[in-house]
């Protein structure tokens, strides 16, 4: 700032030298606190404390509460989100526990799947103390299509390299779409990665559906089953320090379409990519290896 000062009297411009400040390396914008030196933001001093002392109360076996005082936690922690957006599919709970008030004046229990959610912030924000800001740079296109279908199973190509799963028990199983489609973005994912590291990279998944992209976009998503996928999907992403951004592709377009459907589709079979399916996986589909 001084600098400036003298550039400024060189100038010939009117400038008091003696009342200004230098500049700071903390500026409050949106309720955080950014440092523009370490390339970090954190919550107000403070802040973090009130949060915390927010969540316990609704963690304590017994306790009832009043819509209202729900509304403000969700919306607390909904602010909080932006600085920590992998717990944004962790909000899902709270807002169908809000969603299901019949009586707004009737006080009632935590639910089960709020109090495993909130657990979970705690535990976040109870480590928490700064988080930095990270470029993931501009999206890469690596060839990433999936495509899922309730009669067969899942489909995911990464340019020339593809693999195929098919459920246990197609006509049996409920799940709807938008779960398989989510269960394909986690397999795809964890393909990339058997074929190399991804770290500080944003990669672009194509896909036909419009829930999917809306989900691959909010990391998040509305059916119960799928948000449960985004958490494990979240923490994929977190570890690998890797970002994801959808891009459209249509339905006749879309190259692993067959592959959902049981058909290889002329795929090569020393290009296909062989996993481990996760354990919570297992019972629901498997995958379909071919050998030369």
């Known amino acids: 700032m001084q600098d400036i000062v003298k550039f400024s009297l060189d100038l010939g411009v009117l400038t008091n030298d ?46 009832k509460f ?3 005082e729900v509304e403000v936690l969700a919306g607390r922690l909904n602010h909080v989100s932006y600085l920590l957006p992998h717990l ?5 709970s709270i807002y169908r526990w809000l969603m299901s008030w019949q009586h707004r004046k009737t006080a009632r229990h935590t639910p089960l799947d709020a109090i495993l959610d909130l657990e979970f912030w705690l535990e976040t924000l109870n480590n928490f103390e700064e988080t930095r800001i990270i470029s993931y740079g501009p999206p890469v296109d690596v060839g990433w299509v999936g495509d899922a279908s309730t009669s067969f199973g899942i489909g995911v190509l990464v340019g020339k390299n593809w693999a195929q799963f098919k459920l246990c028990n197609p006509r049996e199983d409920p799940r709807r779409i938008s779960y398989l489609e989510t269960v394909a973005i986690r397999l795809g994912l964890l393909m990339i990665l058997k074929l190399r590291r991804q770290k500080g990279k944003t990669l672009v998944v194509w896909t036909d559906n419009t829930t999917t992209e809306n989900g691959i976009n909010n990391k998040k998503s509305r059916d119960v089953q799928a948000n449960a996928e985004w958490m494990r999907i979240q923490d994929i992403l977190l570890e690998e320090g890797v970002d994801l951004v959808a891009k ?28 481990d399916v996760p354990a919570d996986l297992q019972d629901v589909l498997s995958q379909v290896i071919f050998t030369v």
């Open 66 to 68: 009043h819509y209202e």
């Open 248 to 275: 459209r592709v249509s339905s006749k377009d879309n190259k692993a379409d067959a592959l959902s459907r049981g058909i290889r589709s002329g795929q090569e079979v020393r290009h296909q990519i062989i996993i």
């Open 88 to 92: 944004k599919c962790r909000l899902n």
């Open 18 to 63: 003696k009342k200004f400040s230098n500049f700071s390396e903390e500026q409050k914008f949106i309720g955080f606190i950014w440092n523009g030196i370490k390339k970090t933001v954190r919550l107000p001093d403070g802040k973090l404390e009130q949060r915390i002392n927010q969540i316990i109360p609704f963690l304590k076996k017994g306790e």
